[in-house]
């Protein structure tokens, strides 16, 4: 498979193109991608509102109040949106890798084990019955239990209860996180034993992102080789194999029959999009000239970026909200034409309907 197909059909897998499938809610788009980047609350529910022509922002946050999807930490130390459902099992089998690497960092935050679990009993305790709490609430409690938040150990032990699948991050109230008690929002967990999760988690990364190597797999996951390999083995002939310029990579099969071509479409993706955040190799969709663009300074922050068949080819961010309405400011990374600026403008029209204000686009002088 060429480059040029292979692009094509990440942008069928990613829901981003005319043909890809159609998903008609939150739930089935969760599901599909098995996991999607949240830690920008914003960016998250743009994520999932570019995926879903004629939801607004009202309509994707009521989804989560209806359980069809949650936030927690389940892979790399990161927030994602996941199935519900499957949030336990997930932690347990990639967020349990990432609890092994973090007692250097809660040493250096002067927290032991000790800490972390009397944190976490006053959480649940706290929480039990229904109990719903923001931030400020949660850290609130820790503070009259004698436990100290000062500095970032407020994150870690608001970060650890969930990691342990205690709590994890309900819908916001406003603009701050509430957190509830795991079992509680979800009482009827999946519970798929070892080979049918690693099977699950290797079928939904790969008719999402793919045509995708192993390594972005491992890069998305946090799994190492073996296990890996054992994902994709047990995943069988719902995964096929493929090469592009001598590199192996997977996809459903079905996939092969998905167009050869990039569609010929200017999308407005935000920050932390699945699209670049899915892959540790970004090479087919951005220039590595405009790299340091998207993450200035190579900081993690990823800016929202605008894509055209495929291809990043500007940023954009807020600038500020004002009577008249949203105010977003593009910044190119390629030369830009008349019929481009009029064809990325057309592109923020699923956005303005999303947030329901109009949207004015500000442009850099000549």
Known sequence: MKPREV??????????????????????????FGAMQAQDIGSGLWSLGARLPGHTIEDVQQALEDKQALRTWPMRGTVH????????????????????????????????????TKAVDVLGAALSGGGRMTRAECLQVLEEAGIGTQRQRSYHFLWY????????????????????????????PARPGRAEALATLAIRYFRSHGPTTRKDFMGWTGLNTA????????????????????????????LLDAPATPPRTVRALPGFD?????????????????????????????????????????????????????????????????????????????????????????????
């Not at 390999?229 to 997977?250: F, S």
Request: hydrophobic share 45%.
């Open 7 to 32: 692009l094509a059909r990440r942008m069928h897998s990613l829901l981003l193109a005319p043909s890809s499938p159609e998903a008609r809610t939150v739930a089935e788009v969760v599901e599909w």
């Open 81 to 116: 949106f996941v199935p519900s459902r499957d949030a336990r099992w997930m932690l347990e089998l990639t967020g349990a890798k990432v609890l092994e690497g973090a007692e250097r960092r809660h040493e250096h935050h002067d927290l032991d084990r000790q800490a972390m």
């Open 274 to 366: 699945e699209y670049l955040l899915g892959f540790k190799d970004r090479g087919l969709m951005v220039d590595a000239a405009h790299a340091q663009a998207i993450v200035p300074g190579n900081n993690g922050v990823f800016r929202p970026t605008i894509v055209r068949s495929g291809r990043v080819i500007a940023t954009w961010r807020k600038k500020s909200l004002t009577r008249a309405g949203q105010r977003i400011e593009v910044d190119p990374l390629v030369s830009v034409s008349d019929s481009a600026r009029a064809a990325i403008t057309s592109a923020f029209a699923p956005y303005e309907r999303f947030l329901g204000t109009p949207v004015e686009l500000l442009w850099p002088e000549l």
């Open 227 to 254: 296990e890996a390999k054992e994902a994709i083995a047990e995943a069988g002939d719902e995964l096929t194999r493929i090469t592009c310029e001598g590199v192996e990579m997977y996809c459903p099969p079905a």
């Open 161 to 188: 209860a969930s990691q342990v699948g205690v709590t994890c991050i309900a819908p916001s109230i406003g603009n701050e996180q509430t957190f509830v008690l795991l079992d509680e929002w979800v009482p009827d």
